[in-house]
C-alpha cells in the first residue's frame, strides 16, 4: 500500500491550531524579496476550492482569497518533520517492509501479515488509518494494490481521506480510463510527445504498439510505460537510507596525539558533513570516528545516538567523545582523521520548489 498523508503542511497547521479548521488555510515560502513574494507550498481543501494550488505565486493566492478570511502561514519544515517522524514510526508498525519517500508517503509491503489476501489487506489499512487519526490526529489517503505503481495511483484517487483498493485482476481496468499523466516518469514534455501520438489514457497506452513505442521513446522508458500502462511493476519496497553514509577525512599537517589539534580538525570536518547532511535533508543516527595512524593502520570508533539528529553541536560533542576514547586506547600518533554519518532516517532530497513543482505536478 501507499500513505499519502492528506495537504500535509496544512494540516499540520490546522492541528495546532484547531481555530483554522474552516478557514483557508495557504502555507507559503516567502522568498524575503517583498512582502508577498514568494510561491505556495500547500494549501488546505478550503482553500483548494477557491483555486489555491502548490507552486502558485503568493500574490495570486491572496488574490483568489479576497473575500475570504483565510490564514497565509510561513512553512515550517521542523515542525511538520516532527510529526511526520511520528507517524512513520505508527505506519512502520504495519508493514513487513517499509520505504518512506519524501516527507509524507511511506510504500508498506503487508503481503505476509496479510496472508497474501486483498480483504486483510484494506483491513490493516483502515487501522492503520485510525491509528494516525487517534495518535496523531491527521488523515491520510491510502491506496492498496498488486505493487507500488497501482498502489501510488490507487491513493491518488479518493481524496482526502480516502481509502481504494485495485484487485490485481482489476488493475488494469482501473488504470485505463485515467490521463497517462497519472503515471510516474510522464511529465508535460512525454506527456505532450504521447499526445501526439494520440495516446491521452493509459488505456490508449496499453494498446498502442509497443514497438512504435520504443522507437519514439527509447528502450527502457518505452517498455517501462508498456508494463505500467497494464499495472506490471516488479519494483520491491525497499527500506532505504541504512546503507548510506556521509564522511570527510584529511591528513593532518603532522602525526600528533593531541587532542586539542585532533578536534581543531575534526570540528572542521563536522562543518563540512553537517552542510552535506543539510543539503541533503537526512537526520542521522550514526556518529563515527576514523583515525589512520603512523603506522597506516585504521581506527574507528562510532555511537548510535538516541534519537536522528541533525544537529552540529551534536555531532560535534559526539565526536569530542569518541577522540577521547580513542586516545585512550591507542597508543601510536594519529596521521589522517575522518567523520563519518551514517543511519540516515530521511532520505530526501532538499529539492529547490521548482524543481519539486516540475516533478509532482500532473
Ligand atoms: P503532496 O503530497 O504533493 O501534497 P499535500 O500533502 O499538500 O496534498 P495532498 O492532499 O494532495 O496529498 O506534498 C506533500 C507536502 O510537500 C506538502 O504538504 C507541501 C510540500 N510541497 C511543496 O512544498 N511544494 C510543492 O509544490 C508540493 C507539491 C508539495
Ligand atoms: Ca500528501
Do not use: W
Amino acid at each position: 500500500m501507499l500513505v499519502d498523508l492528506d495537504y500535509f503542511y496544512a494540516q499540520c497547521e490546522e492541528r495546532r491550531n484547531p481555530s483554522f479548521k474552516d478557514k483557508p488555510v495557504v502555507v507559503c515560502v516567502y522568498s524575503g524579496r517583498t512582502e508577498d513574494s514568494g510561491a505556495v507550498s500547500t494549501a488546505n481543501y478550503v482553500a483548494r476550492e477557491y483555486g489555491v494550488k502548490s507552486g502558485m505565486p503568493i500574490f495570486l493566492a491572496k488574490r483568489k482569497l479576497k473575500e475570504v478570511d483565510a490564514v497565509f502561514l510561513p512553512m515550517d519544515r521542523a515542525f511538520y518533520e516532527e510529526v511526520s517522524d511520528n507517524i512513520m514510526g505508527i505506519l512502520r508498525g504495519f508493514a513487513d517492509s517499509f520505504e518512506q519517500v519524501g516527507i509524507d508517503e511511506a510504500y508498506l509491503d503487508v503481503t505476509q501479515r496479510a496472508n497474501g489476501s486483498f480483504e486483510a489487506a484494506y483491513q490493516l489499512a483502515q487501522q492503520l488509518r485510525e491509528k494516525v487519526k487517534a495518535r496523531e490526529s491527521l488523515t491520510c489517503s491510502v491506496g492498496v494494490g498488486p505493487n507500488k505503481l497501482v498502489a501510488k495511483i490507487a491513493a491518488d484517487f479518493e481524496k482526502p481521506d480516502g481509502l481504494t483498493l485495485v484487485k490485481p485482476e482489476k488493475a488494469e481496468s482501473f488504470l485505463a480510463p485515467l490521463p497517462v499523466k497519472s503515471l510516474m516518469g510522464v511529465g508535460t514534455k512525454i506527456g505532450k510527445r504521447m499526445e501526439s501520438l494520440g495516446i491521452k489514457t493509459i488505456g490508449d497506452l496499453a494498446r498502442y504498439d509497443v514497438q512504435v513505442l520504443i522507437e519514439v521513446l527509447g528502450k527502457s522508458l518505452g517498455a517501462y510505460l508498456h508494463n505500467a500502462s497494464r499495472g506490471i511493476d516488479e519494483v520491491p519496497v525497499q527500506e532505504r537510507g541504512e546503507a548510506e553514509s556521509i564522511s570527510r577525512i584529511s591528513t593532518l599537517k603532522e602525526d600528533t596525539r593531541d587532542l586539542e589539534v585532533l578536534l581543531e580538525k575534526t570540528a572542521q570536518l563536522c562543518e563540512e558533513v553537517h552542510a552535506n547532511v543539510v543539503e541533503r535533508n537526512v537526520s542521522f543516527r550514526s556518529v563515527g570516528l576514523i583515525a589512520v595512524l603512523t603506522d597506516m593502520s585504521i581506527r574507528s570508533r562510532s555511537k548510535t545516538l538516541e534519537t536522528p539528529s541533525r544537529d552540529l553541536e551534536v555531532l560535534k560533542n559526539t565526536i569530542n567523545e569518541l577522540a577521547g576514547r580513542l586516545l585512550e586506547e591507542v597508543e601510536l600518533e594519529v596521521r589522517r582523521i575522518g567523520v563519518k554519518v551514517s543511519r540516515f532516517t530521511q532520505q530526501e532530497k532538499q529539492k529547490a520548489l521548482t524543481e519539486f513543482i516540475e516533478n509532482r505536478s500532473r
